[in-house]
């Protein structure tokens, strides 16, 4: 089994930041990547940021360009988001998710339970 545990949301005022965490643990072999997603109410879970173990090339959503940065510790398993100049629509639950081959040497995507984050004046 591999869990995923996310920290660090919370309530901040527009064109604050928040960093973002998500430690990975249990039975990894090795992280092909990790990234977020969010999902705000009423809304679809969206993509947001992704960072690739093996060389950390990243990917971003539009939305987010210029404003997030993804970067992770591999020693640790652990991935971050740093979140700046943040905007009341990036008012959402941020989700954790990794590409993972277990110990067993199978592949699964796993999920962590989710953070808030809320701007707002």
């Known amino acids: 089994q591999v869990q995923l545990v996310e920290s660090g949301g919370g309530l901040v005022q527009p064109g604050g930041s928040l960093r973002l965490s998500c430690a990975a643990s249990?039975?990894?072999?090795?992280?092909?990547?990790m990234g977020w997603y969010r999902q705000a109410p009423g809304q679809q879970r969206d993509f947001v940021a992704r960072?690739?173990?093996?060389?950390?090339?990243?990917n971003y959503a539009d939305s987010v360009k210029g404003r997030f940065t993804i970067s992770r510790d591999n020693a640790k398993n652990t991935v971050y988001l740093q979140m700046n100049s943040l905007k009341p629509e990036d008012t959402a639950v941020y989700y954790c998710?990794?590409?993972?081959?277990?110990?067993?040497?199978?592949?699964?995507?796993?999920w962590g339970q989710g953070t808030p984050v809320t701007v707002s004046s």
């Open positions: 960072i690739f173990s093996g060389g950390g090339s990243t």
């Open positions: 998710d990794a590409l993972v081959v277990t110990t067993s040497r199978s592949q699964f995507y796993y």
């Open positions: 249990g039975s990894i072999f090795s992280i092909t990547h």
